[in-house]
């Protein structure tokens, strides 16, 4: 699952086959990426790359543009210039829908849970792409649909258990408190079986216990080769599970590199200090 | 689960099988029908509006359709009343596709407005096509008949109705507890997350309203057949805005309701012919209060008040 080419061996496979080259070349890249609102620029001009099968995360002092930029990776906005190439094929302008089925799924800063449906059902909602999801297959509830939603259904309760939800696999979502809210839309976003997850703000508003079980989940993720990408404030967490930091202040890319690198550079203190003076 | 989740069914199926032992004459096997075809309407209305989260002030338009389709095939031209029927159908489910993906992009106020205008449209075609429908004085619709049976008296028909509506409850529960179901709930309950998880919400949007307008049109067709006569008052704006208050009253989002909300309103107005003139003021009354004191709906209400958590 993760990739353990060496960069020597992966130039000379490069060079030999193409084909193979595409399938390790990086999972994410952002070119010249820009979006307008109003005149603004919530992002402006953004390159980078995102290796497979790491933790990376974006941060940014409020207003940088970290949720704009997952809203545009996940396809809930349009770039107004650049392009998005995920998994070596350009995504920019497709609808979130289809970036799912391509293996993307995220999480939202503020929840966005189906109130109406109980705890189990919101996790095979996420399920929907693995299903038979034609109309007339449900209206006569034919016997294949109703075996697969089975298997769905234990994968959901099994994925519920995973992220530390096993009490509330019976309860209604409405019924749940904000932690495991939090950790539901994990478990949804699970479901859907991701090459690269998103979390907007995991810990955000959680509790220090809390929040530390969720550094154990985010890792536990990425073990099972799920890229995954983070926003987040806290920086505790952030420097302790990153391999990867994408610092922005005003749209921009600040800074990229390792924990210790982007926690060194002058122009992320600055940014940082500035945001709070 | 599966024994819980066609409960209801089998609660519908018993009272529509035990029913006719109460009805005794045709005034009252004639009320059992006509809340019988505004249920049918109502499970499919209820898919829109209850799971889906849309809105429709238009639905009497498509049975309005349905219901001319086959007064002017059947009796103008002579068409076979099965084909005419599914003709209607398909020309109103074709009407519905057309029209909601533009429509269905708007939400809130902004949809009931359109979907507002699509019932006014065909009620003023109905209305002033007077060479093809008859105008606003009607015209009749011969009997239902198909390979040799004929579809005659209020016995008849009341099992027609019966069996249909179980079938529409049995589909609708099946749709509901199934991805497609999930979706649709998913579109009313956080439409962003729903697209993110893969689920074309636009084309479900679209899927449901083009169901629930077939489900009207269906019905139309045979109510037009059972009542002999049918006028555009069948599809006009009221007719519209009281399906949506029968799935309201009944309770969103549960099937079981829609069914209740439309047989209580339609045996309602004729308990209250006691109060004569005062008959529109008090159910206009019972309304408001069961919307204060059960914001949500009937069926919901009380299934909460009985078993607590549980959802029916």
Known sequence: ?277 | MSSHRLAPLAVLAVVAALLPLALTNNFLLNIAIVAGFNAIVCVGLNLLIGFAGQISLGHAGFFGLGAYASAVLVSTYGWPPLAALLAGAVAVGLLAFAVAKPILRLKGHYLAMATLGIGIIISIVLKTETKITGGPDGMPVDSFAVLGFQAYGEKVWYWIVAGLLLVAVWAALNLIDSPAGRALRAVHGAEVAAETLGVDTAGYKVMVFVLSAVMASITGSLSAHYLGFITPSASDFFRSIELVTMVVFGGMASTFGAVVGAVVLTVLPQLLTAFQDYEAMVLGAILMLTMVFMPKGLVPTLSALIAPRRRV
Request: hydrophobic share 45%; aromatic share 6%; net charge positive.
């Open chain 1, 1 to 277: 699952m993760i990739n353990a080419a060496s960069p020597a061996m992966m130039d000379t496979v490069a060079q030999a086959a193409p084909a193979v080259a595409e399938r390790t070349s990086p999972l994410l890249r952002v070119e010249n990426l820009s979006r307008e609102f109003g005149g603004v620029l919530a992002i402006q001009d953004l390159s980078f790359t995102l290796p497979k099968g790491r933790i990376v995360s974006i941060i940014g002092p409020n207003g940088a543009g970290k949720t704009t930029l997952f809203n545009l990776i996940t396809g809930v906005y349009t770039p107004t210039y650049g392009r998005i190439l995920f998994d070596g094929r350009d995504i920019s302008g497709l609808p979130p829908f289809k970036l799912a089925a391509r293996g993307m799924s995220r999480t939202f800063q503020n929840l966005q849970i189906f109130f109406n449906m109980s705890a189990l059902e919101n996790v095979m909602v996420g399920r929907h792409l693995h299903l038979d999801r034609g109309v007339l297959a449900a209206l006569f509830r034919l016997p294949r649909l109703v075996r697969k939603d089975k298997e769905a259904r234990e994968l959901a309760a099994e994925l519920m258990r995973e992220v530390g939800l096993s009490k509330y696999i019976d309860a209604q979502a409405s019924a749940m408190p904000y932690g495991a809210l939090k950790r539901l839309e994990i478990a949804r976003a699970l479901a859907a079986e991701p090459k690269m997850l998103l979390l907007d703000e995991p810990a955000a508003g959680l509790n220090g216990t809390e929040s530390r079980e969720i550094d154990e989940l985010i890792k536990r993720i990425a073990a099972r080769g799920i890229t995954v990408v983070l926003v987040e404030h806290d920086m505790k967490m952030v420097m302790g599970i990153s391999d990867h930091i994408l610092a922005l202040n005003y749209g921009r890319k600040l800074a990229e590199g390792t924990p210790a690198e982007v926690s060194a550079n002058p122009d992320v203190i600055a940014a940082y200090l500035g945001s709070m003076a």
